[in-house]
């Protein structure tokens, strides 16, 4: 298949695209936030912690908008700027962290669809009893089939659940309002001794807010399938600002009605109970019923954004040419079974494991700062020289954000993660091999190295107990 055959035919418009980037940051990230951001830190420290983030990722955002107007003819920026930034094993690191992150995030939205299932129906549990996985691995096949039906459909539909999905969240915000108190607010404003100080508190938001916030380059992964390149930027900071201002919002109202100590103790998703506290029973369940629409939704926005990272690639020779195979309505079946397949696997695995939610997520998120500070390197290399200043500061700021992620992340994640980045190798050298080309070259070897020392020490750790989920 030549590079020109393997573009996708299916085009999508500025508001598929950023119903695209909406629904997939807007999953089960949101509901659960009030008591995610309270459980280790104040009403002050979560505040600067929305300030640096919502900086940050408005940095990322511009600079993914940049990306797109001045590299069009580059598909999947995700993977495509990285493999500018430092070649064929870069680029491939990029999509292979970016793929691992979104089917994991899948596993941790199947995860909170069943939790918040058993609020009607208790044998589901934390979502991670026999019967949950059981439901979700139906729920699992059936996304599967139909977005093998075409993607556009699929996006389409995806569309029309975002829409579904924005209502709770909205009515949420207004009646909360409504019922928000400032002496609530203030009280206990920098945390108790317990929170720590305010940079620990602060440090403590940042893998809630990166979680939240990711799908904000799904416009940028689908550019390939967009019916003009520059909906793609516009699409990107559309959907972040409107997510932004849900987010905040939701965050912090929640404190102007429970203390701190109040939202740490609530169970998730804590929207249910906040809201209960404000209107009566019935606000619990309008909130678990939007979590499952919004959780669908979400677990749809990223299997189309996990197949597509590694499709890409696939076509590009980084990937095993298998991985780049299409079938008759133009959907990367082969990409997609392999996804579906680890998301299936991942969920037994939490059935034996009982790992959390919240352990999910926060492996998922640590996968992703990789991908995204290979894009913000390659924005400010590409921009070095540009005639316009605010374009250097965007990205330097955005390299900057990219870098603290990665300090806030904690050793733990940054371990975790690398043993999942080390087994992509075989992977890469299986598509070079394809090819004829030598595997890894000098520079690349030494980043292999690093990452298979960084997987044995994070092997030992957790065979000796010394590091887990």
């Given at each position: 298949?030549?590079?020109?055959?393997?573009?996708?035919?299916?085009?999508?418009?500025?508001?598929l695209?950023?119903?695209?980037?909406?629904?997939?940051?807007?999953?089960?990230?949101?509901?659960?936030?009030?008591?995610?951001?309270?459980?280790?830190?104040?009403?002050?420290?979560?505040?600067?912690?929305?300030?640096?983030s919502?900086?940050?990722?408005?940095?990322?955002?511009l600079?993914?908008?940049?990306?797109?107007?001045?590299?069009?003819?580059?598909?999947?920026?995700?993977?495509?700027?990285?493999?500018?930034?430092?070649?064929?094993?870069?680029?491939?690191?990029?999509?292979?962290?970016?793929?691992?992150?979104?089917?994991?995030?899948?596993?941790?939205?199947?995860?909170?669809?069943?939790?918040?299932?058993?609020?009607?129906?208790?044998?589901?549990?934390?979502?991670?009893t026999?019967?949950?996985?059981?439901?979700?691995?139906?729920?699992?096949?059936?996304?599967?089939?139909?977005?093998?039906?075409?993607?556009?459909?699929?996006?389409?539909?995806?569309?029309?659940?975002?829409?579904?999905?924005?209502?709770?969240?909205?009515?949420f915000?207004?009646?909360?309002?409504?019922?928000?108190?400032?002496?609530?607010?203030?009280?206990?404003?920098?945390?108790?001794?317990?929170?720590?100080?305010?940079?620990?508190?602060?440090?403590?938001?940042?893998?809630?807010?990166?979680?939240?916030?990711?799908?904000?380059?799904?416009?940028?992964?689908?550019?390939?399938?967009?019916?003009?390149?520059?909906?793609?930027?516009?699409?990107?900071?559309?959907?972040?600002?409107?997510?932004?201002?849900?987010?905040?919002?939701?965050?912090?109202?929640?404190?102007?009605?429970?203390?701190?100590?109040?939202?740490?103790?609530?169970?998730?998703?804590?929207?249910?109970?906040?809201?209960?506290?404000?209107?009566?029973?019935?606000?619990?369940?309008?909130?678990?019923?939007?979590?499952?629409?919004?959780?669908?939704?979400?677990?749809?926005?990223?299997?189309?954004?996990?197949?597509?990272?590694?499709?890409?690639?696939?076509?590009?020779?980084?990937?095993?040419?298998?991985?780049?195979?299409?079938?008759?309505?133009?959907?990367?079946?082969?990409?997609?079974?392999?996804?579906?397949?680890?998301?299936?696997?991942?969920?037994?695995l939490?059935?034996?494991?009982?790992?959390?939610?919240?352990?999910?997520?926060?492996?998922?998120?640590?996968?992703?700062?990789?991908?995204?500070?290979?894009?913000?390197?390659?924005?400010?290399?590409?921009?070095?020289?540009?005639?316009?200043p605010?374009?250097?500061?965007?990205?330097?700021?955005?390299?900057?954000?990219?870098?603290?992620?990665?300090?806030?992340?904690?050793?733990?994640?940054?371990?975790?993660?690398?043993?999942?980045?080390?087994?992509?190798?075989?992977?890469y050298?299986?598509?070079?091999?394809?090819?004829?080309?030598?595997?890894?070259?000098?520079?690349?070897?030494?980043?292999?190295?690093?990452?298979?020392?960084?997987?044995?020490?994070?092997?030992?750790?957790?065979?000796?107990?010394?590091?887990?989920l």
């Amino acid at each position: 298949m030549s590079p020109l055959d393997a573009r996708p035919s299916a085009k999508l418009g500025l508001r598929l695209l950023t119903a695209l980037v909406i629904g997939s940051m807007l999953g089960s990230g949101i509901f659960g936030l009030p008591q995610n951001m309270a459980g280790g830190a104040g009403a002050g420290a979560i505040l600067i912690g929305w300030t640096i983030s919502g900086l940050g990722m408005l940095m990322l955002a511009l600079c993914y908008q940049m990306l797109a107007m001045r590299k069009p003819e580059l598909d999947n920026g995700v993977y495509a700027y990285a493999r500018e930034l430092g070649g064929d094993y870069v680029g491939f690191n990029a999509a292979w962290g970016y793929w691992v992150s979104a089917w994991i995030g899948n596993v941790g939205y199947l995860v909170a669809a069943f939790g918040a299932l058993s609020y009607f129906y208790p044998l589901f549990g934390e979502g991670n009893t026999p019967a949950a996985i059981l439901g979700a691995s139906g729920l699992l096949w059936l996304v599967h089939a139909m977005v093998l039906r075409g993607i556009k459909g699929a996006a389409m539909l995806n569309g029309v659940v975002t829409l579904a999905k924005l209502l709770p969240l909205l009515l949420f915000i207004v009646l909360v309002a409504l019922s928000f108190q400032l002496k609530v607010f203030e009280l206990d404003f920098w945390g108790g001794p317990e929170l720590g100080s305010v940079l620990a508190q602060v440090k403590s938001t940042m893998l809630v807010t990166v979680w939240v916030f990711i799908g904000i380059e799904g416009a940028s992964v689908y550019s390939a399938r967009a019916a003009r390149r520059v909906d793609v930027g516009r699409a990107t900071v559309i959907g972040f600002l409107v997510t932004l201002a849900l987010l905040m919002a939701v965050s912090l109202l929640s404190l102007g009605l429970l203390t701190q100590a109040e939202l740490a103790g609530l169970k998730n998703p804590s929207m249910a109970g906040v809201l209960e506290r404000a209107v009566g029973s019935w606000g619990a369940v309008l909130i678990y019923l939007g979590l499952i629409v919004s959780v669908g939704g979400g677990f749809l926005a990223w299997t189309l954004l996990a197949a597509e990272s590694l499709f890409t690639p696939a076509n590009a020779g980084v990937m095993p040419a298998w991985l780049g195979r299409q079938n008759s309505a133009g959907v990367p079946a082969n990409a997609l079974w392999l996804s579906s397949a680890m998301v299936q696997a991942f969920l037994l695995l939490t059935l034996f494991s009982k790992a959390s939610y919240l352990a999910l997520i926060s492996l998922s998120t640590a996968m992703i700062l990789l991908p995204y500070l290979f894009s913000a390197f390659y924005g400010a290399l590409l921009v070095r020289r540009d005639a316009k200043p605010a374009l250097r500061i965007v990205t330097a700021l955005a390299v900057a954000y990219c870098l603290w992620l990665l300090y806030a992340a904690g050793l733990k994640y940054l371990l975790l993660s690398a043993l999942l980045y080390a087994p992509g190798a075989a992977l890469y050298f299986w598509a070079k091999r394809e090819r004829g080309e030598p595997a890894f070259k000098r520079h690349e070897g030494l980043l292999l190295a690093g990452l298979l020392g960084l997987a044995l020490l994070a092997a030992w750790m957790l065979s000796s107990g010394r590091l887990g989920l």
